[in-house]
């Protein structure tokens, strides 16, 4: 993705914060636009229809995670949540609606320069998508580039991350793929020994895995402890 063609929506509350990632991001050959609160940053994506959104959790009027649930109802634009220092609960629940990644504040500059160029360079917009990527083992099929995955025939609504990482345990049937590879993959970044991001994403797949599965076909993620996840299907 051209990164001169891409345009980031800020939403944050703290004007002089919103308006230093701005300066950031234009610097690092992005288009910038900021929203300071929920209503806002809702009436600039309708508007704007930004390629990223950076969304702050604690705002006026609309927080973070109310803007993220009206957002999803719309879109599936990649989302990186900012959260207060300590505060897991909130990337947790983020993650959990459908947060692509969060970073806590204060966090580095180049951080988050890292993660946003980390997560465009993992989505294709509609337009691009082709039909060749095509993954198909028993009842489920995945095609990444289009965004489209299904069980027995019964769609899928995946966030961005949660395609990811089925597609890489799809690739890798039977396999155990290492939470490494599925963190950097899914996230675009390396793990950490505190990171939680990908048990919440898989814990989520695996509810919407299991609420289309039907009785007379296994389609599961699991654990192998000390070593990743294996996607099995029967």
């Known amino acids: 993705m051209n990164a001169e063609r891409t345009q980031i929506l800020i939403v944050d509350d703290d004007r002089q914060l919103a308006a230093m990632l701005a300066e950031l991001l234009e610097t690092a050959g992005y288009e910038a636009v900021t929203a300071h609160d929920g209503d806002e940053g809702l009436e600039r994506f309708r508007e704007k229809q930004p390629d990223l959104v950076v969304l702050d959790v ?15 109802e719309q879109s599936q634009v990649p989302v990186i949540m900012l959260t207060a220092m300590g505060e897991q609960s909130d990337r947790i629940l983020g993650l959990e609606i459908g947060a692509d990644d969060y970073l806590a504040k204060p966090f580095a500059p180049r951080e988050l320069l890292l993660r946003i160029a980390a997560i465009l360079r993992r989505h294709v917009p509609e337009e691009e ?7 198909e083992i ?9 965004h489209e995955a299904s069980l027995g025939g019964e769609e899928l609504t995946l966030t961005g991350a949660e395609m990811r990482i089925l597609a890489e345990l799809a690739l890798r049937h039977g396999d155990v793929v290492s939470r490494e590879r599925l963190t950097r993959h899914a996230l675009g970044r390396a793990l950490t020994p505190l990171d939680r991001a990908l048990d ?3 814990s989520h797949l695996r509810r919407k895995l299991g609420a289309v599965a039907r009785d ?15 996607l099995i299907i029967d």
């Not at 604690?58 to 999803?72: E, H, N, Q, S, W």
């Not at 028993?138 to 289009?146: H, K």
């Open 58 to 72: 604690m705002m006026p009027r609309r927080d973070g995670i109310a803007t993220l649930v009206t957002l999803r």
């Open 129 to 135: 998508s082709t039909s060749s990527d095509v993954i």
């Open 138 to 146: 028993g009842p489920l099929t995945v095609r990444p580039s289009r």
């Open 200 to 202: 919440t994403h898989m």
């Open 216 to 230: 007379d076909q296994r389609c599961e993620i699991r654990s192998v402890r000390g070593a990743g996840y294996r």
